[in-house]
């Protein structure tokens, strides 16, 4: 497997790069921060995830081994690809996204192209504990807890209404509920889901 490639860069585009080692050239498909940040032409050192399929062997790298680690991070959640974890961290650095994650920011990740509401909450559910510590585990401020919290309470009545119980009573049930910030969605809906079964 390869995990690091130092080498001249002798073609550039957005999407890729051809990395000449010692003779080899290997092609390499990056995110739009890594590009930016590479010279066009001269000696760069990429960390590589190497992706390998039944029909494919594809090399994606990162200018930092915090980024390559996030991407990892992304493919773990169900239905990320390489091409969509490639594309949100063309679009948010490691950090952002850590940020956004652990604090249940889904507004925050939807302004992401190619990532609705549905796969911002799944990356939340699946990424939040995860990406808090990558942030280093520090608890967001009061503020952003109780909005976090707030958030986590209109999207259960929505999941609720989404699956039949009217909105009145699904607020009901959600209203009652006291919960740390940190909490799933998961969690928020079967225990209102509870409630509502009494």
Do not use: C, W
């Not at 200018?63 to 992304?74: T, Y």
């Amino acid at each position: 497997m390869i995990a690091l490639l130092t080498g001249e860069v002798v073609q550039r585009q957005t999407e890729n790069i051809v990395i000449d080692v010692g003779g080899v050239g290997y092609r390499v498909q990056i995110p739009l921060s890594t590009f930016y940040a590479l010279p066009e032409q001269g000696k760069v050192q990429l960390h590589i995830h190497t992706h390998v399929k039944e029909d494919a062997f594809n090399l994606f790298g990162f200018l930092s081994g915090e980024e390559k680690d996030f991407f990892a991070l992304l493919l773990s959640v169900s239905g990320v690809g390489p091409k969509l974890a490639i594309n949100v961290l063309s679009h948010m650095s490691a950090t952002e996204l850590a940020t956004a994650l652990a604090e249940g920011d889904i507004p925050r990740l939807t302004s992401i192209p190619g990532i609705g509401k549905k796969s911002a909450e799944r990356l939340t559910l699946e990424l939040q504990d995860k990406a808090a510590a990558f942030t280093g585990g520090d608890s967001p401020p009061a503020a952003q807890k109780t909005e976090h919290t707030t958030g986590l309470r209109a999207d259960a009545v929505s999941a609720l209404v989404n699956l039949g119980y009217k909105e009145n009573l699904a607020q009901k049930a959600v209203k009652g509920l006291d919960f740390p910030p940190q909490t799933a969605l998961e969690e928020v809906l079967r225990r209102a889901l509870q409630r509502l079964r009494k």
